[in-house]
């Protein structure tokens, strides 16, 4: 592939020249459709992807269909490292396109070639494991510490500081990101918006009182 598309991952401006062409010289492309499967959870982990344009998402399944959305993924991100450094060598997640996605893709093989040749390139993946494991340490707390409202706010808020290119979650999906039902999302956003605390407008969320989705947040 291109050097020149590597520009379009952040993360990867700290890495040496030579890191960096050897990226290049491993990896290609692959473009998606929305509404692609990338990865299913629990089948064989064989690469590992950066995200060069679009969005994704990750979620896991009970045997009942409930769904919990893990994450959203936007340029920059990495998806499935951790799947492949793993024991298991299996997806820990299914990997869904919302948007068209353009995806740097390097192989099992060539992602730990790398590793061992590459010290920056590890040290690079051990950040974004930290930030990774950050994120989901906060997710567990919040479902098992906190109530639906008190979660359905703190989400607003780590909405409305995303870019607006991020934001169009459906009710579904912040159900099921925060581990509740549609109708009970529904209920608690017409309750926020009656309090004068949220407006929404084409599908958008506004923050009209954030410093009182703040406190409820912490309840």
Same mark, same amino acid.
């Given at each position: 592939?291109?050097?020149?598309?590597?520009?379009?991952?952040?993360?990867?401006?700290?890495?040496?020249?030579?890191? !960096?062409?050897?990226?290049?010289? +491993?990896?290609?492309?692959?473009?998606?459709?929305?509404?692609?499967? $990338?990865?299913?959870?629990?089948?064989?982990?064989?690469?590992?992807?950066?995200?060069?344009?679009?969005?994704?998402?990750? $979620?896991?399944?009970?045997?009942?269909? +409930?769904?919990?959305?893990?994450?959203?993924?936007?340029?920059?991100?990495?998806?499935?490292?951790?799947?492949?450094?793993?024991?298991?060598?299996?997806? !820990?997640?299914?990997?869904?396109?919302?948007?068209?996605?353009?995806?740097?893709?390097?192989?099992?093989?060539?992602?730990?070639?790398?590793?061992?040749?590459?010290?920056?390139?590890?040290?690079?993946?051990? !950040?974004?494991?930290?930030?990774?494991?950050?994120?989901?340490?906060?997710?567990?707390?919040?479902?098992?510490?906190?109530?639906?409202?008190?979660?359905?706010?703190?989400?607003?808020?780590?909405?409305?500081?995303?870019?607006?290119?991020?934001?169009?979650?459906?009710?579904?999906?912040?159900?099921?990101?925060?581990?509740?039902? +549609?109708?009970?999302?529904? !209920?608690?956003?017409?309750?926020?918006?009656?309090?004068?605390?949220?407006?929404?407008? +084409?599908?958008?969320?506004?923050?009209?009182?954030?410093?009182?989705?703040?406190?409820?947040?912490?309840?």
């Amino acid at each position: 592939m291109q050097a020149e598309a590597l520009n379009q991952i952040p993360i990867f401006s700290s890495l040496q020249a030579d890191t !960096r062409t050897a990226i290049a010289r +491993r990896a290609f492309t692959r473009n998606l459709p929305t509404g692609c499967t $990338l990865l299913v959870e629990g089948l064989p982990a064989e690469y590992g992807y950066f995200v060069l344009s679009g969005e994704l998402r990750a $979620l896991r399944m009970n045997q009942d269909g +409930r769904v919990q959305i893990l994450a959203r993924f936007w340029t920059g991100d990495p998806i499935n490292l951790i799947s492949l450094l793993s024991q298991e060598h299996v997806n !820990r997640a299914t990997i869904e396109t919302l948007t068209n996605s353009t995806l740097l893709v390097l192989s099992a093989s060539d992602f730990n070639d790398l590793i061992h040749r590459h010290p920056d390139f590890s040290t690079l993946l051990l !950040r974004q494991f930290a930030a990774r494991l950050t994120k989901m340490t906060d997710l567990a707390a919040d479902l098992s510490l906190y109530a639906v409202r008190a979660r359905l706010a703190r989400f607003l808020i780590e909405l409305a500081d995303l870019t607006p290119s991020h934001a169009g979650w459906t009710q579904d999906e912040i159900a099921a990101h925060i581990g509740t039902v +549609r109708d009970v999302v529904g !209920r608690l956003l017409r309750d926020f918006e009656s309090a004068d605390l949220i407006q929404r407008q +084409r599908g958008q969320i506004v923050l009209l009182n954030r410093d009182e989705l703040t406190r409820i947040s912490k309840d």
